[in-house]
């Protein structure tokens, strides 16, 4: 590949996504988005009759299906118009437009779900069992367990008119740690080198560790100097999880997290105390880092730094796509041919861009292709493990849709990181038994240790923090930059072990993290991983039946709650049992990993 980054006008037609099965112009979604504004003066027609007969009703769901499909097949083309190249302002006003239109849609259909709730519990459940409601039935089962948790017509509107006010903690963080914090330069062997949010991973990736050093103590340093702002806007999200739980009748903060999803909070618990039951394996694993990287003491800066060279590689993107294709054989001629097919010919935005945006992605809507935007670099391996990744998003969409009707096809975060990670395992499989030597042998593993590190235990770590910060707030503990850093340092410390000696400033670690703005989301992607090593050795050490049961978790969708759906496959996060086993596969890559080394 040519190592000069092209304007978006000079990207091949090859090499970027087809989005006509969307739209196939402009043009086409604009007329698509003059019909949806078009609909929104019928809207509030439909509320005087809704419960008139099952027949009214019908035609009311109807509409609103029809209406959101609409929406959603628009949404989907003027945000992957704009990831093509943000600073392109045709893509940026489309999708203002669509924006401004969609909020009066928002508006316009805004009785709907309190109104659903308001009607007789027996008249709903004579409609779910009704054949004609057979596509809405599962949307007003979910809908209805929401029942006991709405507020009067009056109170909600007062917790809507909140909405906005909502996100300033999290809007101030983002602007405060991506703009106002300078975090200056750091002096390296090459020259002075800009320390950023998005350049200090590079710093800690690199082998010399006085830079390393040096750019950990800079970056931390800037965060202590807004420590008290940082912990003052941490305390207000938590406060505001807290009184929304409270208004709306749970148990806590976590209760109505975990409610959407139905997951009992016993998942969330059997996470973390499974993960505290196993973490000798992740001192053990701290072990072998400084022995490997020859080092007395290990700091917090030495933990992401490649534990070896990688040996350098290149796969263009079709040499990619036949890796893949040969990983993922297990899952059967039709998945294959299906991902293949897509990766290939229309679903991928392959390579980077001009203003496109950074990262991968999957965007798998009802309509359309589910649709993959890579940055694809023929030099990094890592690379094709994301073509993997994506694939699975993508094929798990495309499952979900030819399997459910619009209004349930859509599948929770809980359950989509199980598909990607999925696949993963299989490309990793594949690579390992296909390489050359041990120095490729010990890349790979050190690489899925590492990974496995980030996705299993530090998510559960961050899972854990958040659980004992909420605790505290509903206690009636303040929740200062002291207690708050207190609370971190405890986590580090018991995560890390004996071999870590943490700086003053490592616990400000804590008071950086942008997911805690959205609690009790990480969890997920410790089940989620949890979850895809489990079914991975389920399909790659048994059967037809045992692949046809992780097709049909792939094809359930939104039409089950996640743990269910998972049960389905094979797998039950209700028991500590996936958790257990994908610390066990942890424990034994690490012991393998010393082997090769020689450690």
């Not at 914090?181 to 006085?210: A, C, I, W």
């Not at 072990?287 to 263009?316: C, I, M, T």
């Not at 993508?394 to 989509?416: D, G, K, L, Q």
Request: proline letters at 4%.
């Amino acid at each position: 590949m040519n190592h000069t980054i092209p304007a978006r006008s000079a990207v091949e037609a090859a090499d970027a996504w087809n989005l006509s099965g969307l739209y196939p112009s402009a043009e086409a979604w604009e007329a698509g988005l003059s019909a949806l504004a078009s609909l929104q003066p019928g809207v509030e027609a439909l509320k005087a009759r809704l419960a008139d007969s099952p027949g009214d009703f019908l035609a009311a769901l109807s509409s609103y299906a029809d209406y959101l499909r609409l929406d959603e097949r628009l949404a989907y083309y003027a945000d992957l118009r704009q990831t093509e190249d943000e600073g392109n302002s045709e893509s940026r006003g489309r999708y203002a437009r669509y924006v401004g239109v969609a909020s009066a849609g928002q508006a316009a259909w805004a009785w709907l779900t309190p109104a659903i709730q308001a009607l007789p519990q027996a008249f709903l459940e004579a409609c779910i069992a009704d054949k004609a409601f057979a596509d809405y039935a599962v949307f007003l089962k979910k809908l209805l367990r929401f029942k006991p948790h709405i507020l009067s017509e009056k109170e909600e509107k007062l917790l809507a008119l909140q909405a906005e006010t909502n996100h300033i903690a999290q809007e101030t963080f983002g602007i405060l740690t991506n703009v106002d914090l300078d975090f200056g330069k750091v002096r390296t062997p090459e020259g002075l080198m800009p320390l950023s949010q998005s350049t200090y991973s590079s710093f800690m990736h690199n082998r010399d560790r006085e830079v390393r050093r040096k750019a950990y103590m800079k970056f931390y340093g800037e965060f202590e100097a807004h420590k008290t702002t940082l912990a003052s806007l941490y305390a207000g999200s938590v406060k505001l999880d807290k009184y929304q739980a409270q208004v709306r009748g749970y148990g806590s903060a976590r209760e109505q997290a975990l409610f959407p999803d139905d997951v009992p909070a016993a998942v969330y618990d059997n996470l973390v105390g499974t993960i505290n039951d196993n973490l000798p394996a992740l001192h053990e694993y701290y072990d072998l880092r400084a022995r490997a990287l020859g080092l007395d003491e290990l700091r917090h800066y030495d933990v992401y730094v490649p534990l070896v060279d990688q040996k350098e590689s290149r796969h263009s993107y079709e040499e990619a796509v036949d890796i893949v294709s040969a990983s993922l054989a297990p899952l059967g001629q039709d998945y294959v041919a299906t991902l293949r097919a897509g990766l290939l010919g229309g679903w991928v935005d392959r390579y980077e861009n001009k203003g496109k945006r950074s990262g991968a992605f999957s965007a798998g809507s009802f309509s359309g292709e589910p649709y993959i935007l890579l940055n694809y670099k023929d030099d990094v391996v890592k690379d094709i493990f994301t073509m993997a990744h994506e694939g699975g998003h993508s094929m798990h969409s495309w499952h979900s849709v030819r399997s459910n009707p619009f209004m349930c096809y859509s599948y929770t975060i809980f359950e989509a990181e199980v598909a990607s990670t999925f696949n993963e395992q299989l490309v990793f499989k594949y690579l390992y038994d296909h390489a050359a030597s041990d120095e490729e042998r010990i890349s790979l593993l050190a690489n899925r240790v590492d990974d496995t590190l980030a996705t299993l235990f530090r998510q559960t770590m961050f899972a854990e923090f958040e659980a004992v910060t909420h605790t505290m707030a509903e206690a009636g503990e303040a929740l200062t930059v002291d207690s708050l850093r207190a609370a971190y340092r405890q986590l580090l410390e018991k995560y890390f072990g004996p071999r870590m000696k943490l700086e003053a400033v490592s616990d400000l670690e804590g008071l950086r993290i942008p997911h805690f703005y959205n609690a009790f989301y990480v969890y997920k992607y410790s089940t989620g991983i949890s979850a895809s090593i489990a079914l991975s050795e389920r399909v790659l050490h048994g059967g037809a039946a045992e692949r046809d049961a992780y097709f049909a978790f792939l094809k359930s969708g939104g039409s089950r709650f996640p743990i269910e759906a998972l049960k389905v496959a094979g797998v039950d996060m209700s028991s500590p049992e996936p958790v257990r086993m994908a610390c066990a596969r942890f424990a034994d890559d690490v012991r393998t990993l010393r082997k090769l080394l020689k450690l």
